[in-house]
Structure formats: structure tokens, C-alpha cells
């Protein structure tokens, strides 16, 4: 069975921030929330690096772990979405989330938060699949379409990867083989879980002479 | 009824009856709607933007589809096919192939 994963490779992202408008645009995603940004590292400096942050579908999401209205679930393909009929909006996992992934609209009266949005990896929600529900609530199912994120997909230099973990993984540790270099998979022990943790390793820590950061 | 007992009644009432009124504390998790796998299709969306090439409902053939995909993203598959094997047997600390 697949299990979904995004990788972001920061050895090739340009900040063009093509997968954020990619995102934006394919989901209709409201003014003020945005479900993936980029994230410069010494912006400015030489040697700046950047990376595209989103929900990563953890192994073990802290975001379910602190839900009072356990409003998430995980699908078969391991992918963390939740159900806006039961979120409260009280803004726990956003807290809990490492990677800031949980985001609220700003337009509620009295500064409530509203109900929480966040990736779903173009997988949609409980809604029927394709339905204009769906849609409305969560975004486009391109899961269901036979298809990988927008985000990754639409990736000019394929530095943001999506899919089935084993697959995207070997082809970012193809990738650091081939440069010698940039074996930093940014987020992947934190979402995925670390070798003696009994989680999938991260992809370039047996093959790569460089620290894995997490 | 005496004034006495009246009273006793109506505060062992206040007492005992709000208990009633209370919500399961374990009802949110049964709220979740079920949802369908996305290997059976987007059956409600417009058949134009399903990608061609697997058969809505067989979970193998979505499964073919969402690898063949993610290697679309792999431009040493894609474009330089024959670098990824070379690269794939080299060892460990070994000065890696450059790229043609």
C-alpha cells in the first residue's frame, strides 16, 4: 500500500513559490490562508536556502494526538485529513503542529478562528469524492483522480516531492549520489519518525556522508 | 405536602436531574463521516480531469498510476535513464557519477 510523503529538497528550491500559487489556485484556497509556503534559511546571505513547507502527513500527527473533538483521520495511503464539520476551530493543533501546518481564515466575526484548513494532499476530505462539497470545503481530490499534488507536480525544478514514500525517496537519494552533496531532507525525521524509532529511515542517511537534519 | 418537604424535593432535584441533560463525552470520534478510498475515483467530478491510463475502483491499478506518476518527477528516469542504475550500484563514500 502507498504511503504518501512529501520531500523538499533544498538543494534545488528557488523560492519561486510556484507550488504556493499552484496550491492556491488548484483548491481556491481563501485570502489569508495558505496551506504551503516557502520558508527561506538566511535570507539574503550567500548560500541561502529555501523550502517548501506544508502539512507533511506525519506517521504519528500530533495534530490527532490533541484534537479534543477528534476531527482527524488517516487514510490507507497514510495521508492526515480532518473533518470540518467537527473542528471547533479551538486552534490545538496548531500548537501541537511542528511545521505550523494548521491554518485559520482571519474573517470570522469577533476574531474567531473559523474552522481549520491545511494540506490534504489533494486528497479532498470526507466528503464524496469529486463532489462539489469536496470541493468547497476542502479542495480538488486529485488523489482520486489518479493524480499526485499540484504542488509537487507543478514543481519547476522538482525540488518539493510527492508520493508514495518508497518511490520519492529513492529518487532523492538517487539525486544526492548523483551531486555528492545536499543530503538534508528538512522535516523527514520529524513527520516520519527516525530509524530507532522503528519508522522508515530517511532516505539519504545510509548512503550520503552528510547529516541528515530533521 | 408540607412548605418542608416541597423544598427537598425541588433541591434534590436541582441536584440530581442536570446530570440528564449532559452530552455523551465520547460521541465527536462516532461524528467523522467515512471516506471513501481514492483509489474507487472521483465518481462525482467531471470524468475530464481523471487521469487517464488506470480503472477507477481497482486499488493495483491506482496504485500503478500513483507510482508511475511519482517517477514523473524523477528526470533521471525521465531524461538520463541509464543514470540512476549506474548510480544506484555505486558504494557508499564512493565519488559519485556525474551526470552527462
Known amino acids: 500500500m502507498a504511503r504518501m510523503k512529501f520531500i523538499c529538497d533544498a538543494e534545488r528550491c528557488i523560492e519561486c513559490n510556484g507550488c504556493t500559487t499552484a496550491c492556491k489556485a488548484e483548491h481556491e484556497v481563501p485570502w ?90 489533494c486528497a479532498g476530505g470526507p466528503e464524496d469524492n469529486g463532489s462539489q462539497a469536496e470541493f468547497e470545503k476542502y479542495g480538488r481530490n486529485r488523489l482520486a483522480e489518479g493524480k499526485l499534488p499540484a504542488c509537487a507536480e507543478m514543481c519547476s ?58 | 405536602m408540607t412548605r418542608a418537604a416541597w423544598s427537598l424535593v425541588v433541591v434534590a432535584a436541582a441536584v440530581l436531574l442536570p446530570a440528564c441533560g449532559e452530552h455523551s463525552q465520547g460521541e465527536p470520534a462516532r461524528l467523522k463521516k467515512a471516506d471513501a478510498k481514492a483509489s474507487s475515483g472521483a465518481v462525482a467530478a467531471d470524468k475530464a480531469y481523471m487521469a487517464n491510463g488506470w480503472t477507477a475502483g481497482d486499488d493495483t491499478s491506482w496504485q500503478n498510476q500513483i507510482r508511475g506518476r511519482a517517477q514523473g518527477q524523477n528526470e533521471y528516469a525521465r531524461i538520463i535513464s541509464a543514470t540512476p542504475a549506474a548510480t544506484a550500484a555505486a558504494p557508499i563514500g564512493a565519488t559519485p557519477a556525474k551526470a552527462p
Open chain 1, 157 to 214: 525544478t522538482k525540488a518539493l516531492l510527492g508520493g508514495d514514500g518508497d518511490v520519492v525517496a529513492d529518487i532523492f537519494r538517487n539525486r544526492v549520489l548523483v551531486r555528492g552533496k545536499g543530503s538534508e531532507v528538512w522535516g523527514w525525521g520529524t513527520a516520519y519518525g527516525k530509524p530507532t524509532q522503528g519508522q522508515p529511515s530517511a532516505p539519504p542517511s545510509t548512503t550520503a556522508t552528510e547529516g541528515t537534519k530533521s
Open chain 1, 32 to 121: 489569508g490562508v495558505n496551506r504551503r509556503r516557502v520558508v527561506t534559511m538566511n535570507d539574503g546571505v550567500p548560500g541561502e536556502k529555501s523550502i517548501s513547507v506544508a502539512c507533511m502527513h506525519c506517521s504519528d500527527a500530533p495534530c490527532m494526538a490533541v484534537c479534543p473533538v477528534d476531527c482527524f483521520y488517516r487514510t490507507d495511503e497514510g495521508v492526515v485529513l480532518h473533518d470540518k464539520d467537527v473542528c471547533i476551530g479551538c486552534g490545538y493543533c496548531s500548537y501541537a503542529c511542528p511545521f505550523g501546518a494548521p491554518q485559520f481564515p482571519s474573517n470570522g466575526t469577533f476574531g474567531m478562528r473559523g474552522k481549520m484548513d491545511k494540506c490534504t494532499f
